[in-house]
Each structure stands twice: as structure tokens, then as C-alpha cells.
């Protein structure tokens, strides 16, 4: 008996003793957005590590405010991945004891300045920090989260590199696409009745544009002066469409209501900040967002089939 006893406890030390191996490489990284948060989830495939995002309600991330069960989640965190920039200055303070903070506006050399490029002077200049709408800044943040998982996680250090590897290659693929598909057109205009924040991707791939509103302004009624600016644009264009981001863009029926044909139709371009978790379906991830948004611009410039 003594015996089976001894051998029942070796067996209940082996089991605490692995349970406590495995819980050793078991952490959490949190995210602002979805887009942070796919790109993670890529990175850790077939890892225990725990992965969310503090936007994935649905609000725009713009929008967000600061909770205390956010705080608590971010601390105890070993990463926290988000934009940067002005508009988001504020979660320095709030997260300041976070152990890693990823900054992503900062890992960027070549900064754009927002612009509406409206014929408006603007005395405020702000960077723009819509940088994971650029598959090509994509590519290089999933580089830099890589090497910082591999030096808090060596031991998973190989599923990272492998999992790099595959998904650096579909962001790779994609932005190859990009490029193809739209140099088939070579004068590329968009005119946005709405907020733009898309000066990152239309800069990879030589894309103009003009907007009621620089990055994501919290503006919604456009000056009669801009209406009239814009469509104009789209008279002297010839353009058959008028861009929006998702939700609703107050003023794109009057901007195609002051155009000559006044018969344009509206194309929507997804800026992946409201994308809720709980209404994702499958399938849905960035990079097939960013296919859809593909999939709009070849319309907008009627290239490819």
C-alpha cells in the first residue's frame, strides 16, 4: 500500500510540476485595435499566450476611453501593441507601468504629415498615425513584434520565426498584388467626402487624393467651400465614384449633389478601426480586409476584370 502511495504521489508531483512548466511560457499581450491584434494572433500561432484587443467592441478607436479593468489588463500584460501619435498620447500616462510598450507610429521612418490635400491651409500639423493601413509598414511591425517575442519568449523562439515566415509571406503577396493590379492605371485619383485616413497606403502605391477631412477629424460638416472644391475635382476627373470609410458620411450626398452628372456612385474603403469580435466571421482577418479594400480601388480606378 505504501508502496502504491508512494507511487501516486511521485505521479500528483510530475503532474504540478509540468502544469507548472507550461504555465511558466503562458503570458498575455494586449492590443489597441484589430489590425495589431490579427498581426499578433499570426505571430503566436500554436503558442498558449493569450491575445486581445481594447477596441474589440466595435467603437472606433478614436474614441476610446481608458478602463480601469483595461489598466489592470495592460499591466499585467508582457506587451502591449498601439498606433501612437497625438491622438493617442494619453495612454503613455495611463499604461506607464506597462512592462513593453510597442509604439507603432514610432518605428516609422518616413512619417506623413496629415493632409486633406482640400485647398484648405491647415496651421496644425499632426502625423499621421493610420500606419497599419500600409501592408508595407505591416510587413516591418510584424518584423520588429517578431524579435521582441523571441527575446521575452525564447523558448517559443522557433514557432515565432515559422510563424513570421508564413505570415510575412502572405503580407508580402498582397502588397505584390497591390502593386500589380494598380499599375495597370496610371493616373490614380480618389476623392473622399469624408475623414482620410489612408495617406500611408495611397503614398506605397503612387494613389492621389483629396478629402473633406485630414486623418480621422472629429469634423462632419464640411465647409460650402470644400463641397464645392471636391466636386469640382470629380468634374475635372471625370470620376464615377465618391470614397467614404465605413459608417456614414454626412456630407457625400452633397459633394455628388454639386457635381455636374450628380450620378456618382459610393465606394466604401474599410479603415479596420470599428471592427467589432464579436461579429467576425471565419474568415475575416486583416489581410482579407485589406483584399477587399484591393477589390474597391481596382473598381474606383476600373482596372483589372
Given at each position: 500500500m505504501?508502496?502504491?502511495?508512494?507511487?501516486?504521489?511521485?505521479?500528483?508531483l510530475?503532474?504540478i510540476?509540468?502544469?507548472?512548466?507550461?504555465n511558466?511560457n503562458?503570458?498575455s499581450?494586449v492590443c489597441?485595435?484589430?489590425?495589431?491584434?490579427?498581426w499578433?494572433?499570426n505571430?503566436?500561432?500554436?503558442t498558449?499566450?493569450?491575445?486581445?484587443y481594447l477596441?474589440?467592441?466595435g467603437?472606433?478607436?478614436?474614441?476610446y476611453?481608458?478602463?480601469?479593468?483595461?489598466?489592470?489588463?495592460v499591466?499585467e500584460?508582457?506587451?502591449?501593441v498601439?498606433?501612437?501619435g497625438?491622438?493617442?498620447e494619453?495612454?503613455d500616462e495611463?499604461?506607464r507601468?506597462?512592462?513593453?510598450k510597442?509604439?507603432?507610429?514610432?518605428l516609422i521612418?518616413?512619417?506623413?504629415?496629415?493632409?486633406a490635400?482640400n485647398g484648405?491651409?491647415d496651421d496644425e500639423?499632426e502625423?499621421?498615425n493610420?500606419?497599419w493601413?500600409?501592408?508595407?509598414n505591416?510587413?516591418s511591425?510584424?518584423t520588429?513584434?517578431k524579435?521582441k517575442l523571441?527575446?521575452?519568449?525564447e523558448?517559443?523562439?522557433?514557432?515565432?520565426?515559422?510563424?513570421?515566415n508564413?505570415?510575412y509571406?502572405?503580407?508580402?503577396n498582397?502588397?505584390k498584388l497591390?502593386e500589380?493590379?494598380?499599375n495597370?492605371?496610371?493616373?490614380?485619383?480618389?476623392?473622399?467626402?469624408?475623414?482620410?485616413?489612408f495617406a500611408?497606403l495611397?503614398?506605397?502605391?503612387?494613389i492621389n487624393?483629396f478629402?473633406?477631412f485630414?486623418g480621422?477629424?472629429?469634423e462632419?460638416?464640411?465647409?460650402?467651400?470644400?463641397?464645392?472644391f471636391?466636386?469640382?475635382k470629380?468634374d475635372?476627373?471625370?470620376l464615377k465614384?465618391?470614397m467614404?470609410i465605413?459608417?456614414?458620411?454626412?456630407i457625400?450626398?452633397?459633394?455628388?449633389?454639386?457635381t455636374k452628372?450628380k450620378n456618382?456612385?459610393?465606394?466604401v474603403l474599410?479603415?479596420?478601426q470599428?471592427v467589432?469580435?464579436s461579429?467576425?466571421?471565419e474568415?475575416?482577418?486583416?489581410?482579407?480586409?485589406m483584399?477587399q479594400?484591393?477589390n474597391?480601388?481596382?473598381?474606383?480606378?476600373?482596372v483589372?476584370e
Open positions: 505504501k508502496k502504491i502511495l508512494s507511487i501516486l504521489g511521485l505521479f500528483l510530475s503532474l510540476f509540468i502544469s507548472c512548466t507550461n511558466k503562458e503570458f499581450i489597441m485595435s484589430y489590425s495589431e491584434y490579427d499578433v494572433k505571430l503566436v500561432k500554436d498558449n499566450i493569450e491575445v486581445s477596441c474589440d467592441n467603437s472606433d478607436i478614436h474614441s476611453q481608458v478602463k480601469p479593468s483595461d489598466k489592470i489588463k499591466i500584460s508582457k506587451m502591449f498601439y498606433p501612437g497625438e491622438d493617442f494619453y495612454l495611463a499604461f507601468d506597462a512592462k513593453l510597442i509604439n507603432l507610429l514610432d521612418n518616413d512619417k506623413l504629415i496629415e493632409d490635400n484648405e491651409e500639423l502625423y499621421d493610420h500606419t493601413l500600409s501592408l508595407k505591416a510587413k511591425f510584424i520588429y513584434i524579435n523571441i527575446e521575452i519568449d523558448v517559443n523562439k522557433d514557432k515565432y520565426i515559422n510563424n513570421y508564413n505570415y509571406k502572405e503580407l508580402d498582397l502588397d497591390y500589380n493590379e494598380l495597370k492605371k496610371e493616373n490614380k485619383t480618389l476623392v473622399f467626402a469624408d475623414r482620410f485616413p500611408y495611397c503614398k506605397d502605391y503612387n487624393y478629402a473633406a485630414k480621422c477629424s472629429s462632419i460638416d464640411a465647409k460650402a467651400e470644400t463641397i464645392t471636391l466636386a469640382n470629380i475635372e476627373l471625370d465614384y465618391v467614404t465605413e459608417g456614414n458620411a454626412n457625400k450626398n452633397a459633394v455628388i449633389n454639386a452628372n456618382q456612385e459610393v465606394l474599410n479603415s479596420l470599428g467589432t469580435k461579429n467576425l466571421k474568415n475575416d482577418s486583416y489581410i482579407n480586409f483584399n479594400n484591393l474597391v480601388l481596382k473598381k474606383a480606378f476600373e483589372g
